[in-house]
C-alpha cells in the first residue's frame, strides 16, 4: 500500500472519527465549534478522497488540513497548559492525580489531532511537485 | 521542524509561568496569637487581656503591621448561624483597619443580650488574585473552596463575599459540571456572580457601564470561643480560634480524645433519633432542616450498629435504650415475603429488598447480643442469617437484591459494598458461639472471602487498582481464629496490598498539597480540588485498622506496622479535626443539634447517619485498640 493511500484512508478514518465524537458524543452548543468542525471534517474528507483517486489539488489540500489539524492541536494543547498553569496559581501544587489526568488529556489531543497530520504535513512537504497520488 | 517544536515548547512554558503567577495570590503572613487577641478585644472594646504577657506594649503598637490593599478588616457577629451584625474597617495598617471596624461596630444596632451572646469572627483580608469568570467551569475551580472569598470591585467599591458566606448559603461547592448528575465541585459562579452584582446596588445598564475587576482574596480568620451565654468573662481570657473552612482546631490525638469524640458521636445519633425509632436521615445544619429522603436501611443499621458499640464500650443506658428502639424499627421493616423462616429488610410495601440491609442488620444484631443477649433476637438473627447464606452464589459472590413475593434472587444486579457488608455479618457470627459458628457458616465465610479478594480481580483490568473492599478486610480481621488456616494468609495479603494502595492516596503533612492546604492532612483523595470528605477517611481507618491488627497478629515487621499505624494516626487525627463541636459550630443554627456529627465535607454541609457511624466506629476501635 503507498504511504498516499495510507494517509487517504488515515483521513477519511478520522474524519469519521472527528464527526461521532463531534457531532454524536459530545455535541458544543457553539455553534462556532460546530461550523469549525464541520470545515476540518470537510477538509480531511476531500484530502482523504483526492489522496485516494490521485487528484491533482489532493497535495494542496492534505497541506492545508494538515496544519488547520495541527494549529487546533497546538491551541488545545496552550489551552490545557494555560488551564494548569491557573489551577497551579490557585491551588498550589496540583498533586500526582492532577499531573496525570492532565498529561493523559495532553496525550489524548495529541493521538487525535497532531500525531497524523504531523507525519503527513512531513510527506507532503517532502515530496516534489509531482502529484500525490504517484507517491509510494 | 524541531525548531517549530522548540518554539512552541517555550511558548507553553512561559504561558504557564505567567498564568499561574498572575492568578497566585501573593505571600502574606498570618496573623499571630498576640494580634488575633489583641483585634477581638478591640473590636469587643475590652482592655486589653493581653498587655501583660507582652511586656506592656500597647495594642496599636502589636496592631502596627502595614495592611496591604486597606484590608479590610470585616468583623461578623455570629448568632445560631445567622450573620446579625458586619461591618467593614479599613486602613493602612490593622490597627487603622481595626479601629475603623470597631466605631462601626460600635454603630450598630444590635440588641445589647444578643451583641454579647454571639461570637465575633474576623476576617482580615491580606490578599488578593484576580480570577477569571468565564467559562463558567473555570470560574467554578478559580477559588479554593472554604479558604477564598469572592469580591467584585466596582469603580473602585469593593463588594465582597467571605468564605463563610459561600458555605453558609451551599455556593462553595454547588457547580454541576455534568449536567442531569449530582456530582458537583467548585463554585456555584453565576449563583456568586448575580449575589455581588446585586450587592453592587447598580442598575444593568450602569453594571455594564461601570469599571469592574473580579477577584478572589484569602484572610486570616479567627473567632472568639464558644461559652455559655452568661460567661463573656471567661470568653474574655480564652484565646480567640483560628478558622480554616469553617473549623476550629480539633483536639490532639489521644485515646481520651478519641473516646470522647465518639461518645459525641453516639450522642448525636441517640439525639437524633425519633420516636417512631428511624433516624433524621440528614441533617442540614446552616438552618437546622432535617431530610428523610432516600432514607437508607442498610445506613439505619450501621447508626444501630454504632449505638450498640458504644453502649458495650461506656455501659451508658441511653445507648442502649437508643439501639433497642432501632432494631426495634428494623425489626418491623419488612414487606410481605420476609417474615417465613428466611428473614429480610425491606420497606413494608416493597417489591424488592437487598441483602445490604440484611447484612448490616445482622451485624447490628451481633453487636446488641455480645451487649444485651436475647432468645428473640437469637431467633431473629437465624432468619437473617439463613437468608443471607441463601442469598450466596456458587463463586462465593452473593446475589444482591430479592423478591420476596415470588422467593426468587436477581442473580445480576450488583451494587457497591454489599458482598463485603455479608461476608463480614457472617464474620461477625463467627465469635458468637457454636450456634452461629457452625461449619456451614465458616465455608460460607471462607468462600465469600475467596471470591472478594481472588476471584473477582481476576480479570487483568481490575489487577492496577481495588474497589470498595473496606468491609472484606474487616470480614477477615473479624472471622480470622474461625478461618482455615492454610487460606486466611492469602486473604490478609490482600488486605496488606489493599491497605498500602490507600496509603498511597493519602495526603501526609509534607506533601505539596498539604503544605497549601494543611487541613487535608489525613484525608485520601487525588487533587486539590475536592475539599476532602470524611466518611472515606472514616471507612478507610475501619479497614486499615483491621489491616493492622491482622499485621500485628501475623508478627509483619516493624517497618509495616510503622506505616500501617502512621495511616490511621493521619486518619484519626483528620476526623478529631472535623468533628462538629461547639466551637467550629458558628455557622450552624443549632449546635445543640449538630454537636458530635460529621459533615459530609467542609463545603457540603449536611451530616448523614452513616458518616458519623464510619468515622465514630473507627474512632472508637482505635480509642480501644491503640
Not at chain 2, 486602613?91 to 460600635?106: C, F, K, N, Q, R
Not at chain 2, 462553595?172 to 442531569?180: D, I, Q, S, T
Request: charged share 20%.
Amino acid at each position: 500500500v503507498s504511504r498516499s493511500r495510507t494517509f487517504a484512508i488515515l483521513d477519511l478514518a478520522f474524519a469519521a472519527l472527528h464527526g461521532w465524537i463531534g457531532f454524536a458524543v459530545a455535541p458544543s452548543r457553539a455553534v462556532a465549534f460546530q461550523v469549525a468542525l464541520a470545515i476540518v471534517i470537510a477538509l480531511e474528507l476531500a484530502a482523504g478522497v483526492g489522496l485516494l483517486v490521485g487528484a491533482r489539488w489532493a497535495r494542496s489540500v492534505g497541506i492545508a488540513m494538515s496544519v488547520v489539524l495541527l494549529a487546533f492541536a497546538g491551541v488545545v494543547l496552550l489551552l490545557l497548559v494555560a488551564s494548569a498553569a491557573y489551577l497551579r496559581g490557585v491551588y498550589g501544587a496540583l498533586g500526582q492525580g492532577m499531573a496525570v489526568l492532565s498529561l493523559v488529556a495532553a496525550a489524548l489531543a495529541v493521538q487525535l489531532f497532531a500525531l497524523v497530520p504531523f507525519f503527513q504535513l512531513r510527506f507532503l512537504l517532502a515530496r516534489s511537485a509531482a502529484p500525490a497520488a504517484n507517491a509510494k | 521542524m524541531r525548531r517549530v517544536l522548540i518554539a512552541v515548547a517555550a511558548l507553553y512554558a512561559i504561558v504557564f509561568i505567567v498564568v499561574a503567577r498572575r492568578a497566585s495570590l501573593p505571600s502574606f503572613a498570618p496573623l499571630s496569637a498576640v494580634e488575633r487577641d489583641a483585634v477581638i478585644e478591640r473590636l469587643r472594646g475590652r482592655a486589653p487581656a493581653t498587655q501583660g504577657a507582652i511586656g506592656g506594649a500597647t495594642r496599636r503598637a502589636i496592631l502596627d503591621r502595614p495592611l496591604a490593599g486597606g484590608g479590610p478588616v470585616v468583623a461578623t457577629l455570629w448568632d445560631r448561624g445567622e450573620p446579625i451584625a458586619r461591618v467593614e474597617g479599613r486602613g493602612t495598617t490593622l490597627a487603622l483597619a481595626v479601629d475603623d471596624a470597631a466605631s462601626a461596630l460600635a454603630r450598630q444596632s444590635v440588641d445589647t443580650t444578643r451583641r454579647e451572646r454571639a461570637r465575633l469572627k474576623v476576617d482580615v483580608v491580606l490578599a488578593r488574585a484576580p480570577i477569571a469568570t468565564a467559562p463558567t467551569a473555570l470560574l467554578a475551580l478559580s477559588v479554593v473552596p472554604g479558604m477564598d472569598g469572592v469580591g467584585l470591585a466596582v469603580d473602585d467599591r469593593e463588594h465582597l463575599l467571605l468564605a463563610d458566606d459561600l458555605l453558609r448559603d451551599d455556593l462553595a461547592a454547588a457547580y454541576a459540571p455534568v449536567r442531569g448528575m449530582e456530582f458537583t465541585l467548585g463554585l456555584d459562579g453565576p449563583a456568586v456572580l448575580r449575589r455581588l452584582v446585586s450587592d453592587s446596588g447598580l442598575d444593568r445598564a450602569a453594571f455594564r457601564r461601570a469599571s469592574k475587576r473580579w477577584f478572589r482574596f484569602r484572610a486570616d480568620s479567627f473567632i472568639e470561643p464558644a461559652s455559655p451565654p452568661s460567661s463573656q468573662s471567661v470568653r474574655a481570657t480564652t484565646p480567640a480560634l483560628p478558622v480554616v473552612r469553617g473549623n476550629t482546631p480539633g483536639p490532639s490525638l489521644s485515646s481520651e480524645a478519641l473516646k470522647s469524640a465518639a461518645i459525641a458521636g453516639g450522642d448525636y445519633l441517640a439525639r437524633h433519633l425519633r420516636p417512631d425509632g428511624q433516624f433524621d436521615y440528614e441533617y442540614w445544619t446552616a438552618r437546622g432542616q432535617v431530610a428523610m429522603a432516600g432514607y437508607s436501611i442498610p445506613r439505619h443499621a450501621g447508626a444501630t450498629w454504632y449505638l450498640a458499640q458504644i453502649y458495650r464500650a461506656t455501659g451508658d443506658p441511653r445507648f442502649l435504650d437508643a439501639a433497642e428502639r432501632a432494631e426495634a424499627w428494623l425489626q418491623e421493616a419488612h414487606p410481605p415475603g420476609c417474615d417465613g423462616p428466611r428473614a429480610c429488610i425491606g420497606e413494608p410495601g416493597a417489591d424488592v429488598v437487598d441483602l445490604g440491609s440484611a447484612a448490616l442488620a445482622l451485624v447490628a444484631e451481633s453487636e446488641l447480643e455480645r451487649a444485651h443477649p436475647s432468645e428473640s433476637r437469637r431467633r431473629f438473627m437465624q432468619r437473617l442469617t439463613d437468608f443471607v447464606l441463601a442469598m450466596q452464589k456458587p463463586d462465593g459472590d452473593f446475589c444482591h437484591l430479592y423478591r420476596p413475593q415470588t422467593a426468587t434472587r436477581d442473580e445480576h444486579t450488583k451494587m457497591l459494598y454489599y458482598s463485603g457488608e455479608a461476608a463480614y455479618a457472617l464474620a461477625r457470627l463467627t465469635a458468637l458461639g457454636p450456634s452461629f459458628a457452625t461449619p456451614h457458616l465458616v465455608e460460607a465465610l471462607d468462600h465469600a472471602l475467596a471470591y472478594l479478594t481472588d476471584r473477582q480481580y481476576r480479570p487483568f483490568a481490575l489487577r492496577f487498582y481495588f474497589m470498595e473492599d473496606h468491609w472484606t478486610c474487616m470480614a477477615v480481621e473479624a472471622g480470622w481464629d474461625a478461618l482455615p488456616t492454610e487460606r486466611r494468609e492469602s486473604y490478609a495479603k490482600f488486605c496488606d496490598q489493599f491497605v498500602a494502595f490507600l496509603g498511597r492516596t493519602q495526603f501526609h503533612e509534607g506533601d505539596p498539597i498539604v503544605d497549601a492546604q494543611p487541613d487535608f492532612a489525613g484525608a485520601y483523595g487525588f487533587s486539590p480540588l475536592l475539599p476532602p470528605h470524611g466518611t472515606p477517611v472514616g471507612s478507610r481507618s475501619e479497614t486499615t485498622l483491621s489491616t493492622y491488627l491482622l499485621q500485628k497478629r501475623r508478627g509483619l515487621p516493624e517497618a509495616t506496622l510503622a506505616a500501617t499505624r502512621r495511616q490511621i494516626d493521619d486518619g484519626l487525627r483528620f476526623l478529631l479535626g472535623h468533628q462538629i463541636q461547639d466551637d467550629s459550630a458558628y455557622l450552624m443554627a443549632d449546635p445543640d443539634a449538630a454537636r458530635g456529627g460529621f459533615l459530609m465535607s467542609d463545603v457540603a454541609r449536611y451530616v448523614r447517619i452513616d458518616f458519623v457511624q464510619h468515622a465514630c466506629s473507627a474512632m472508637l476501635r482505635a480509642a480501644l485498640l491503640l
